[in-house]
T-cell receptor, first 111, second 114 residues
Framework: DAKTTQPNSMESNEEEPVHLPCNHS???????IHWYRQLPSQGPEYVIH???SNVNNRMASLAIAEDRKSSTLILHRATLRDAAVYYC????????????FGTGTRLTVIP | DSGVTQTPKHLITATGQRVTLRCSPR?????VYWYQQSLDQGLQFLIQ???????AKGNILERFSAQQFPDLHSELNLSSLELGDSALYFC?????????????FGEGSWLTVV
């Protein structure tokens, strides 16, 4: 099963970097790794995605392990607005676990 | 604002009834996705369409059906509703439905079955 596993919750101090891990040990070669976040009562919001190489955008960085069996979302300076549930999903060949969101990681940012 | 529009935002209906949820994708996006989010199930992928054709199917019940029309809007039909169908239903869209595409989500339609 090409599912992802994430810690249920994490805490970070405001303005500190945050590293959110995700394991996807059964990832296939064509699966992209996507990260989304969801604030209360809102739709999921795109954060970043990648295939093999590390990726950076204005919101975050994505570090992908060389064997692609794990990845880490990096928020360089956590703000209170970053408090959300973060989901790591695999998007690839259609199947039961494609686009599977799981329970995500609830990030709490401490002022 | 993601550019994905969903209507209605809130809906209350009785068990056994049928409802239709509507989604307009972002301008230019050819693929739409439907998700269900309930308190005890998290975000469940239901179905994906690309340019009017079904591309991928997830955990969609037989009582549910969806379609994407020539103008690319999509509808999710829920019939013989049960209390357990109460949930937030999200529509999302992407440019071509490819796995490297960014997926943009709407704000959701809250369905309450009483």
């Amino acid at each position: 099963d090409a599912k992802t596993t994430q810690p249920n919750s994490m805490e970070s101090n405001e303005e500190e970097p945050v590293h959110l891990p995700c394991n996807h040990s059964t990832i296939s070669g064509t699966d992209y790794i996507h990260w989304y976040r969801q604030l209360p009562s809102q739709g999921p919001e795109y954060v970043i995605h990648g295939l093999t190489s590390n990726v950076n955008n204005r919101m975050a960085s994505l570090a992908i392990a060389e064997d692609r069996k794990s990845s880490t979302l990096i928020l360089h300076r956590a703000t209170l607005r970053d408090a959300a549930v973060y989901y790591c999903i695999l998007y690839g060949i259609a199947g039961a676990n494609n686009l599977f969101f799981g329970t995500g990681t609830r990030l709490t940012v401490i002022p | 604002d993601s550019g994905v529009t969903q209507t209605p935002k809130h809906l209350i209906t009785a068990t056994g009834q049928r409802v239709t949820l509507r989604c307009s994708p972002r301008s230019g996006d050819l693929s739409v996705y439907w998700y269900q989010q309930s308190l005890d199930q998290g975000l469940q992928f239901l179905i994906q369409y690309y340019n009017g054709e079904e591309r991928a199917k997830g955990n969609i019940l037989e009582r549910f059906s969806a379609q994407q029309f020539p103008d690319l809007h999509s509808e999710l039909n829920l019939s013989s509703l049960e209390l357990g169908d109460s949930a937030l239903y999200f529509c999302a869209s992407s440019a071509t439905g490819g796995s490297g595409n960014t997926i943009y989500f709407g704000e959701g339609s809250w369905l309450t079955v009483v």
